[in-house]
């Protein structure tokens, strides 16, 4: 199973950017899919996750910017990001919980991670 994130990049403050992280390889299901992001210095935090039902939910310094959603027939989460403020630089990496087919085992796996950079 892997996860294939994509659409970071440079954008000014007050700019918007959608990252989209396909996940490919011996699937049976996916659970819940989201993005977390990691500043420089700082921890890993959580931005926004969507349960397989389509529940949301994101950290409060993201609300009212970013969206979150996904395409279960591509097997693909998305993250809408809107009104971006150079704190919003970090890298960015998708997650999902994915129970394996045949041969993969129920994992959470991670992408590579993709980096936004927001300039002022």
């Known amino acids: 199973v892997q996860l294939q994130a994509s659409g970071g990049g440079l954008v000014q403050a007050g700019g918007s950017l959608r990252l989209s992280c396909a996940v490919s390889g011996d699937i049976f299901s996916i659970n819940t899919m989201g993005w977390y992001r990691q500043a420089p210095g700082k921890q890993r935090e959580l931005v926004a996750v969507i349960t397989s039902g389509g529940t949301t939910n994101y950290v409060d310094s993201v609300k009212g910017r970013f969206t979150i959603s996904r395409d279960g027939a591509k097997n693909t989460v998305y993250l809408q990001m809107s009104s971006l403020k150079p704190e919003d630089t970090a890298v960015y990496y998708c997650?999902?919980?994915?129970?394996?087919?045949?041969?993969?085992?129920?994992?959470?796996?991670w992408g590579q991670g993709t980096l936004v950079t927001v300039s002022s």
């Open positions: 997650n999902a919980y994915v129970r394996g087919g045949l041969i993969a085992p129920d994992y959470n796996y």
